[in-house]
């Protein structure tokens, strides 16, 4: 007779949620996949970019190629230029991308009859990433009145040391800011409408150009490239 299973055993891994007619239902497991594919290409994109044409102005400054006042410009507004510009590319790729249980597709007329998947163009990878980046910035700022404000009354209050109360604003910050997009991601962007295509998540096999998935209600999503 087998014996019960004890509390020390490890619990098998589950698949994501997946229905049987081929739609998915979005999680914050899937946005959290989806935020890192879109992070770590923004980040080591632009951080190399950043770091050759800051390195390029500079070697240009000290040959009075460029002014100092040019060269201060560069350098400060060239890491938020670059970051939001190759986070298009990011997105654009992320669309583009099948995860390991999952693949994102765009669908004209969803909930139709009618129901098509749409080819994820840049332009459509724009407005996507439009909604990605100021939902995110709004979310961010909700959650510094709502956190980091009673947070530095606290620290004002306690008074645990410049050192302690830099690494806790850190670690706080850090955890807002991951709160912010994971949200933005969840709750605006899987599964929303952005004007004439829907952002639906389905098994990685399918949601390519010219194939085929069951729409939730039943119906058949056919292929269509045009924007």
Known sequence: MPSPPSMFDAPRATPLAESADGYIQPTFAHALRIWWAIFWRTTLVSGLLTFGIDFYARKSYENMGITAASYLLIARY?????????????????LHKAFRHFRIVLSKNWGTPDAQILEPTLLRSIRIWWTYTWRTLVYTLLGYVVV????????????PGATAATLLF??????????AVLFAIHS?????DFGNFHVAIVPRTVGVPGGEIAH?????????ASI
């Open 188 to 192: 605006n962007i899987l599964d929303e």
């Open 216 to 224: 939730p209600a039943g119906t058949p999503l056919k292929s269509d």
């Open 170 to 179: 850190g670690f706080v910050g850090f955890l807002n800011g991951g709160a």
């Open 148 to 159: 980091l404000l009673p947070l530095s009354w606290f620290v004002m209050l306690f008074n």
């Open 78 to 94: 060239t890491p938020y230029v670059l970051n939001y510009a190759v986070a298009v590319g990011a997105v654009y790729f992320v």
